[in-house]
């Protein structure tokens, strides 16, 4: 691997960049990509997205290598060294260390799997993180497929047609039903937010023959002071038809 992919850290810098990679008794560049990998080891794994992106950027500001070249031999740098310690002794005094490092390493791989928009990986990954991709899509879709159904349930082929003009006063008698008191004292129906009525109305009636748009109705379901609505529309005295007490 070319050893100039990575910014490395210049002798005796002793304030270097976080992601500079060497120490400062250099120079580095004959093992700077044994050095990327030993940063990887340091860092957290929050900042690998970060650190990946300083290193292309030095490459792709100083005419090195384009963007896919530069992810191409970064995959292959972690792919070789994740085989090279697998392959490691199992009894090796180092073995801790060494899954360790490919725990760090494999985290590291989920970041360019992400980046990778060229399919530049092993094909067999590649096509196997597709087949997966797809197998979820498939899944999602059969539940979204399930879920309407259930919403099905509750559409209705034909809406209850209010008579011309009477819009307001059918909202009348929905702001009684709200208010009604049970011999408990307690509320009939109760709900929180005002909208639930407003697109109970729209979804389920018309007006003379037309929807009814859900702002139209959530007009009418406003906060009042007092006995007077702050905003929205008042319900005009002469379409309040009807009024619903309790049977004695």
């Keep these: 691997m070319k050893s100039n992919y990575f910014k490395v850290r210049r002798s005796f810098d ?10 400062a008794f250099g120079p580095w ?7 990327f990998l030993l940063k990887i080891y340091q860092l957290d794994e929050g900042e ?21 070249e530069f992810f191409r031999q970064v995959w292959q740098l972690v792919y070789d060294r994740i085989r ?4 490691k002794n199992p009894f090796n005094s180092n073995r801790q260390q060494h899954l360790d490092n490919i725990d760090k390493l494999q985290q590291f791989q989920k970041i360019l799997e992400g980046i990778d928009k060229w399919n530049a990986r092993p094909s067999h990954l590649v096509i196997t993180e597709k087949e997966l991709l797809i197998q979820q899509l498939k899944e999602e879709n059969e539940k979204l497929k399930q879920q309407l159904a259930q919403l099905n ?15 307001p006063t059918l909202i009348d008698v929905f702001q009684q039903m709200r208010n009604l008191k ?18 109970l109305i729209a979804k389920y009636f018309s007006h003379g023959e037309k ?19 702050s905003k929205g529309t008042e319900i005009d005295p002469s379409m309040k038809i009807f009024e619903i007490r309790p049977k004695k």
Excluded: M, W
Aim: with cysteine; charged share 30%.
């Design 14 to 23: 002793f304030s270097p960049h976080p992601y500079d990679i060497g120490n």
């Design 29 to 35: 560049k004959r093992t700077a990509d044994s050095h």
């Design 48 to 68: 690998y997205g970060e650190y990946y992106n300083y290193h292309l950027r030095y490459t792709l500001d100083n005419h090195i290598a384009s963007e896919e």
């Design 84 to 87: 090279y310690f697998r392959n």
């Design 153 to 167: 349930q509750y559409e209705v082929k034909q809406k209850i047609s209010i008579e011309d003009e009477h819009l």
């Design 182 to 199: 049970l011999p408990s004292d307690r509320l009939l129906l109760r709900c929180d937010f005002r909208a639930t009525y407003a697109k």
């Design 211 to 229: 929807d009814i748009p859900v702002e139209t109705a959530r007009n009418y379901f406003v906060e009042k002071s007092g006995d007077v609505p």
